[in-house]
């Protein structure tokens, strides 16, 4: 007859090793998660995800299944790709709101305004696509302001292209393949060679320059802020009005790259 100390302590051993699946459970779909943010692409399959954490394909489609209930994870169903959802998003904003590159810009942000008399901004990627984050707008009659957290395609304006022009050969393709340049204004770059054209220059001098291509009437000059990884994480611009603003002007850009310069250090990038 098993003795009473074995059966009591049977329930326990059951309720650890349940609780041990639970916590294996959760940790793989915090690694898929995860995943999606540091892999760099807009979307992702589901044998690319079990290729790379090394998981069965059947243990994905399950995450993948759970994490899309929640919202953190949406698919494109022509595709069967998948992406990061609106509640990843939500996350990804309320980790802003406490610690984030906003607070490390904010200085900078301010520095260049006041300096240049002109609106600054910081941006950052979200897929295929930038927002803006946060601006500081200068005391002036006629200025710049511009529209925090709506989505702006990457081909067209500083801020975007500074983003588009540091992705790998790679990735740059994928974007071409699958989105139209489309005509914002009559100053949008629409052919893809030169918009290359115009990358290859922007990567070159570290800096991009815009005038009209995604709103009439301003110009502005930006440059990318990087991670420790040396990753393109945000992108911090000056932007006025056509005929005061100069956005090639030496002193500018030297401003600037100083300040993003400053940003990327804090985020431990060694410049190198």
């Known amino acids: 007859m098993p003795s009473r100390t074995s ?32 892999s760099g692409r807009p979307d992702l399959g589901v044998t690319e995800i079990a290729t790379a954490l090394d998981l069965t394909k059947a243990a994905v489609h399950r995450i993948l299944t759970a994490l899309r209930s929640r919202e953190l994870i949406t698919v494109d169903p022509s595709t069967r790709r998948y992406a990061l959802g609106h509640a990843a998003v939500t996350l990804g904003r309320a980790y802003l709101a406490r610690t984030d590159l906003r607070a490390m810009a904010g200085p900078e942000l301010r520095g260049l305004a006041a300096e240049t008399g002109e609106t ?42 500074a983003f588009l022009a540091f992705v ?74 056509v005929g005061r603003f100069k956005p090639d002007s030496p002193e500018l850009s030297k401003s600037l790259l100083k300040a993003t310069g400053r940003i990327s250090a804090q985020l431990g990038y060694s410049g190198a």
């Open 120 to 161: 600054a901004t910081l941006s950052l990627r979200r897929g295929d696509t930038r927002l803006y984050v946060d601006q500081v707008v200068p005391e002036q009659e006629l200025r710049l302001d511009v529209n925090i957290g709506i989505p702006y395609p990457l081909h067209a304006g500083s801020s975007s292209k």
């Open 168 to 241: 790998d050969d790679d990735e740059l393709d994928v974007y071409l393949e699958r989105h139209r340049l489309d005509e914002i204004t009559d100053r949008t770059i629409t052919d893809p060679a030169k918009l290359r054209k115009e990358l290859a220059a922007i990567r070159k001098r570290g800096y991009a320059t815009s005038r009209g291509e995604r709103q009439p009437g301003a110009t502005s000059i930006a440059a990318p802020v990087y991670d420790h990884d040396g990753h393109v994480v945000a992108v911090v611009s000056v932007a006025g009005p």
């Open 7 to 38: 059966e009591a302590k049977a329930p326990a051993a059951e309720d650890g090793e349940g609780q041990s699946r639970s916590i294996a459970a959760v940790e793989r779909a915090m690694d898929v998660l995860l995943y999606f943010g540091r």
